[in-house]
């Protein structure tokens, strides 16, 4: 592209005229997003999620894609956003860091912030650089919370490194651990901490890794293995997918069930459980992700399927969802959909 020969106003009005352009195709893109998400597409495409789907199929780098679902996620619900963003008034990395804010507060408190008291966070936010956007947030915040998001970064085929952001309590938390395993592991990095500490969650909480009753009976160590209690045992909901008990999700897929008998919502035995965890590598058997793994019935309970074993699958919620979606249509799944 030659400019050389473009006056000063008229390349000055370009400019001006292309920014605005960009502006007005990030909010379309947003709204695109959030349709593929509302639909779960890229569970569709076999990918683990909408971050996944925008950073390998769409090309976006990850705090690109980080940003832009933020937004996305923000739009739906506040109307004057689009405004904000077509006017500049606020970038999309202020965004990424005011839902980051959003979430903490709403853990912190318990309760979901309403549209109204985002706007004015929103407002109080305009105009400004996202270093002034994260000294204000911060200065919101009812309790000190990270605002940047978690980064894993591959160093090497086999070296990852994790950055995030804690408190002084997981400090403190970090110190009592080490000390308590100070004679055993006497030089223990935070990666071998780490992952020590995901072995013992995985051996608690992987149904395909717990053991047999056989294996049970047979245990004579005092290991690890023998120190964790056993998972609560799983439920089917509505739509057939068996989930944690200690999950509070609503049913996938309830307005079908209405239909049906109420019988669904029942419990599979625990080596049914395993059986299906351990057949599809504690992984989903669609997209192959580890994220809120559920046990779904090829053919729904409601349609006459049963608990047999070959009727069973494992899924991750998103492709769960997008196999009720299949099945029953996007308006009876609406209200279930956390879109």
């Not at 309403?114 to 009812?142: C, D, I, Y």
Request: aromatic share 4%; hydrophobic share 35%.
């Amino acid at each position: 592209m030659n400019l050389f020969e473009l006056a000063d106003e008229t390349l000055l009005q370009k400019t001006d005229e292309l920014v605005r352009e960009e502006r007005e195709l990030l909010t379309a893109i947003l709204h695109h997003l959030r349709e593929i998400n509302a639909r779960r597409l890229y569970s569709k495409l076999k990918y683990k999620s909408l971050f996944e789907y925008a950073v390998r199929r769409l090309g976006y780098s990850e705090d690109q894609a980080y940003r832009r679902i933020s937004a996305m996620k923000l739009l739906g619900e506040l109307p004057r956003l689009e405004e904000q963003l077509s006017s500049g008034a606020l970038s999309l990395t202020t965004l990424g860091l005011a839902q980051t804010y959003f979430r903490n507060e709403e853990k912190s408190s318990g309760a979901r912030l309403t549209p109204e008291s985002k706007t004015a966070v929103l407002e109080s936010l305009e105009h400004k650089s996202a270093r002034e956007a994260e000294q204000t947030l911060l200065s919101l915040a009812s309790t000190p919370s990270p605002l940047q998001p978690d980064q894993a970064r591959a160093v090497s085929a086999e070296l990852v490194e994790f950055r995030f952001t804690g408190t002084k309590t997981l400090e403190n938390k970090i110190a009592t651990v080490r000390g308590l395993l100070a004679h055993s592991h006497p030089q223990l990095s935070l990666g071998e901490l780490f992952e020590t500490l995901c072995d013992l969650m995985i051996a608690k909480r992987d149904p395909a890794a717990r053991p047999s009753r056989t294996q049970k009976q047979n245990r004579t160590g005092n290991g690890v293995a023998d120190t964790i209690a056993a998972p609560k045992k799983s439920r089917v909901n509505k739509s057939g997918p068996a989930v944690p008990a200690d999950r509070h999700s609503p049913p996938m897929a309830e307005p079908l069930a209405k239909s049906a008998s109420r019988t669904s919502r029942r419990r599979l035995a625990a080596h049914v459980v395993r059986d299906v965890w351990a057949r599809a590598k504690s992984r989903c058997t669609n997209c192959g992700s580890r994220h809120g793994l559920e046990i779904d019935h090829v053919i729904p309970v409601a349609l006459g399927g049963s608990d047999d074993f070959n009727n069973l699958r494992l899924v991750c919620r998103s492709c769960n969802q997008r196999a009720a979606l299949e099945t029953l249509g996007r308006e009876r799944m609406e209200h279930f959909l956390n879109v």
